[in-house]
């Protein structure tokens, strides 16, 4: 109750004080995925406030969020709800979960030369309309029900300035937000992969030495039975199956002062025939954790006990954004970014301690080292498209990509494309995107699809109510859009601006 207090009287004050705008969001939906079939509703109010006192510009943006989603599935429950998320956990309460966020809250000094920004903010968009490759410090909610994948704002300073015919800007971030859900999802996907991958090369390992022993035994059966016995015997013991049974979880310190552990980025843009180029250098960290080093200590049964250390790895980003219209032909545009990425490590260190014979079938424990790479050396990720418009009542786009949003890890990017629509119709406005994406799984491109469809009212003033439908299917459990399944909803959407 002090804390509800302590922030409606820091609203009434902030209120008071500056201009402000805002949006209330009321939304009702069913969600029909397999796991779900629930209905969900959440309240939303999000207040702008605004203020230029000299040469400063003053902006805060906040959320005051109620969801009652009710009986959601296994991962969005176990995952989401311990990352205290919109989300609650599985539990079936009838009381809503309540949250408030500050969207941006910065302050703006123009100067002769720039602009300084410092605080909480967005960072600028990118061009292409599915997402921006090129646009890599913020990270992004992939299952917000007002708002899917939208960018959470950074905290940090920003510098933007005109030299000559070219735009610059400057950003120093010191430390990053992780993606959600990836940052959950991510770790424990990949160290689950790591450990399968471990348990089936040591298993054939093992099979292939039963064998062999079986052989040398019945080989000097006939001329030494004792011996050929004790060979037996050792191979009777060796198991058929190893599995991982207690992981313990280490985490690297990623709050040392060093520059190593903050973000930077540095763009500049200018005009080449009727296109607007940026080109961009980054030096960030990944929106997740990944494992550093494993360690596998196996006894006789075959069970191990592994000991993970996570962390988080930075990357060298060198990003390209254009936009521009034809020369050619009227009302098309064209756009495209791209990313060249290149990670701090590509592969994660892994160690092995499992309980053997020698040459002399005298028990010893063996060691063992490896590299397992999860990253290529360096990839690059791409969104090319091309859009037609027709005033404000109609826009058509199509995109290439190679890579969804969610995809970093070798032999994880997905390739595809989507359509999109836009157009108004009187009183009604429609929107809608397609997607198709081929991930490689098994050595085999196999699809993927997602819907995303919107029809608003817009006829009266300061209200617009809404449909929304999002479906998602995925041939393969390992697919990048098979997590999205479970967020297939119909749902209606009221949205009212003061």
């Known amino acids: 109750m002090k804390k509800l207090l302590i922030t409606l009287v820091t609203v009434l004050t902030l209120v008071t004080a500056f201009s402000f705008n805002g949006t209330l969001d009321y939304l009702y939906g069913y969600n029909f995925s397999e796991d779900a079939s629930t209905t969900y509703q959440g309240l939303k109010t999000t207040i702008d406030l605004e203020k230029q006192v000299g040469s400063i510009y003053f902006k805060t943006t906040g959320d005051l969020v109620s969801i009652n989603i009710g ?33 941006e809250a910065y302050a703006s000094i123009y ?31 992939l299952i917000n029900p007002f708002e899917n994948n939208k960018a959470i704002a950074i905290d940090g300073l920003n510098y933007t300035g005109f030299l000559g015919n070219f735009a610059y800007e400057l950003n120093f971030i010191p430390k990053t937000n992780d993606d959600i859900p990836s940052a959950l999802l991510y770790p424990q996907a990949l160290t689950n992969e790591i450990n399968k991958g471990v348990n089936e090369n040591i298993a054939t390992e093992a099979k ?29 013991i060796i198991p058929t199956e190893y599995v991982v049974k207690d992981i313990e979880k280490t985490y690297e310190n990623e709050d040392k002062l060093n520059l190593a552990n903050s973000n930077y980025s540095a763009k500049v843009s200018t005009s080449i025939m ?40 930075y990357r060298n980003v060198v990003t ?18 791209a990313a060249l990425i290149i990670p701090e490590n590509e592969n994660v260190e892994v160690n092995i301690e499992i309980p053997t014979y020698d040459k002399d079938l005298k028990p010893i424990v063996k060691k063992s080292k490896e590299d397992v790479q999860i990253f290529e050396k360096a990839y690059v990720k791409t969104v090319l498209g091309a859009e037609y ?42 929107e809608g995107a397609g997607i198709v994406a081929f991930s490689k799984i098994n050595d085999e491109w ?53």
């Open 71 to 103: 009986k959601m599935p296994d991962m969005m429950g176990n995952y989401l709800g311990k990352y205290n998320t919109y989300f609650n956990s599985l539990s079936n309460i009838s009381e809503p979960y309540f949250l408030y966020n500050i969207n």
């Open 320 to 337: 390209l954004d254009y936009q521009g219209v034809s020369n050619f032909i009227d009302s098309i545009s064209y756009h495209g970014e």
């Open 208 to 236: 292939n030495a039963k064998e062999t022993l079986n052989k040398k035994a019945s080989a000097i059966e006939s001329t030494d039975p004792m011996t050929a016995a004790y060979i037996k015997s050792i191979a009777k």
């Open 111 to 141: 100067m002769n030369y720039g602009t300084l920004k410092f605080g909480r903010f967005l960072p600028a968009t990118g061009s292409s309309t599915l997402y921006s490759p090129s646009v890599i410090l913020a990270a992004h909610d």
């Open 274 to 313: 009727n296109f607007d180029v940026k080109l961009g250098y980054a030096f960030d960290h990944y929106k997740f954790l990944v494992p550093k080093t494993i360690d596998y200590k196996y006894d006789k049964l075959g069970e191990a006990t592994s000991t993970v250390q996570y962390y988080r790895p």
């Open 389 to 430: 418009t027709k005033g404000e009542d109609l826009t058509l786009g199509a995109e290439y990509f190679n890579g969804l949003p969610n995809e970093e890890f070798k032999d994880k990017i997905s390739m595809g494309g989507d359509l999109y629509i836009k157009s108004n119709i009187k009183d009604f406005a429609v």
């Open 446 to 498: 196999k699809p993927g699809y997602q819907l995303k469809t919107k029809l608003s009212y817009k006829g009266i003033d300061n209200f617009e109510p809404s449909i929304v439908l999002s479906y998602a299917y995925a041939e393969d459990d390992a697919h990048a859009l098979n997590a999205m399944e479970s967020l297939n909803s119909v749902s209606f959407v009221f949205k009212a601006y003061f």
